[in-house]
């Protein structure tokens, strides 16, 4: 059987390190569940985004919903990323930071008012809007405020991304953006927008793709609008390729952002301006592992099972995508018996497993396994179902690692909660 590896999840002796810590070390000090990051994974693969685009003028602004803990943000923008934000939280979270605002951009299909008006009090770089009222909306508030806000119309532009229904984006189906004729229209009511300056043009057609053609046909799409609009007169500043770039789970054929880059230079080349990147999981996936222990092996009806002290609650993307992720022991006991198992959770939902059918090692009680690729979407999408606590969050460096979120408190689980 082989075993999975990644960048810095590597076996050393038949056990499972992050970069020079051993996974066990971390579980035994800090308990399990728990989500391991490998700050030198983040930092490589921004610096392996960057320098593919080096040959236009580009931003990357981290999408922190993919993994918004304070230190990964942190990780990112101190190599100089902004941040796109999706609600007034991640918002906050980014400003915690130290983000200057105009490393900020705004996004999100539903916007309040209070967004919005937070948007422009902060006089952050971008507002990136979904509908014609939104549009009006930002315009009437931005007016209320006596300011001129730097708007981005985020284009539907009607493309297969290939992906998990759930999470494609860019098709006519789809509640986001805008689609291309409307988006013209839009842009060509600038002189009618008193407090609206057009600044750029966006899109983000889904996540986890898995192949170039969606992306260069989007760009082309894209490229298309903005050089019309140059044409007539309407000059932006920024073209916004949102993120989308997927990464190996199982034994996807992935692409490089080298090849990515290869493939829409020559068009972004044309457009002459400055370009905005929005990655998440290409920068964080594969930079993380949730580790938790099994807790019991059993045998239902011939099928067999192993319970872990981690659930759905820690990491969702199984339930709701039926999404692959290896799973492995931590401490790999060479002679031991493959079996076939679901790997389940203590949460009371048959959709509570992390993996269905799977082959793996034999493992007993008390013994650590490794969720693999959980750096994006895990974390940030937790919860305290059955009132479980939230895992805590450690980020390891060298030889070296530091809790970057205790595990939840009881009292965190009742926050202002009231007995009537
Ligand atoms: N920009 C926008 C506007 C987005 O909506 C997203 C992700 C991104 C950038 C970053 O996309 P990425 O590079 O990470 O693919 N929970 C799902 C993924 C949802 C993605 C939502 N939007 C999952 O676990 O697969």
Redesign the pocket.
């Known amino acids: 059987m082989d075993f999975f590896e990644s960048e810095i999840f590597t076996y050393k002796n038949n056990e499972l390190y992050c970069e020079d810590v051993p996974v066990t070390e971390i579980a035994e000090k800090i308990g399990t569940p728990v989500y391991i990051y490998g700050k030198i994974f983040f930092e490589d693969r921004y610096r392996e985004f960057t320098d593919a685009f080096k040959e236009v003028k580009h931003t990357i602004f981290y999408?922190s919903?993919?993994n918004f803990n304070l230190s990964v943000i942190k990780t990112f923008t101190d190599l100089g990323s902004g941040v796109?934000v999706?609600s007034e939280g991640e918002l906050y979270r980014a400003l915690k930071v130290g983000v200057n605002p105009k490393k900020i951009i705004l996004?999100g299909v539903g916007k309040s008012a209070n967004e919005i008006k937070l948007g422009l009090e902060l006089d952050l770089l971008m507002i990136k809007a979904e509908s014609e009222e939104e549009i009006y909306l930002i315009n009437e508030i931005a007016a209320s405020l006596g300011k001129v806000a730097r708007v981005a119309i985020r284009v539907n532009p009607d493309v297969n991304a290939q992906t998990h229904p759930y999470?494609s984006?860019g098709l006519a189906e789809n509640k986001f953006g805008i689609d291309t004729e409307a988006a013209y229209t839009l842009y060509k009511k600038q002189n009618e927008l008193k407090n609206i300056k057009f600044t750029g043009i966006d899109m983000?057609i889904g996540?986890?793709i898995t192949k170039i053609e969606p992306f260069v046909e989007a760009t082309t799409k894209l490229a298309d609008l903005f050089l019309k609009l140059k044409a007539e007169g309407i000059n932006l500043e920024h073209f916004d390729m949102?993120?989308?770039?997927g990464v190996r789970y199982e034994n996807e054929k992935t692409f490089s952002v080298k090849k990515l880059a290869e493939a829409i230079m020559p068009i972004l080349k044309k457009l002459d301006c400055e370009i905005f990147f929005?990655?998440?999981?290409?920068l964080t996936a594969n930079g993380g592992i949730l580790a938790a222990k099994v807790l019991y092996t059993k045998k239902n009806h011939d099928k067999n099972f192993i319970v872990t002290d981690t659930a759905m609650t820690d990491l969702l993307?199984p339930s709701i995508?039926r999404?692959y992720h290896h799973v492995q022991p931590v401490k790999l006991e060479i002679g031991r018996n493959n079996i076939i198992a679901d790997i389940v959770g203590p949460v009371c939902e048959s959709g509570d497993f992390l993996a269905k059918d799977r082959e793996i090692l034999s493992s007993n009680p008390g013994e650590l396994l490794a969720v693999f690729s959980a750096g994006?979407?895990g974390m940030t999408?937790a919860s305290n179902y059955n009132a479980r606590r939230r895992a805590p969050e450690v980020l390891v460096s060298g030889n070296s690692f530091k809790v970057i979120r205790s595990r939840e408190t009881f009292e965190h689980l009742l926050f202002d909660e009231k007995i009537e």
Request: charge should be positive.
């Open positions: 999408a919903k993919s796109d999706n996004t999470i984006t983000h996540s986890q949102g993120g989308g770039i929005e990655p998440g999981r290409y993307r995508y999404a994006a979407y999408m």
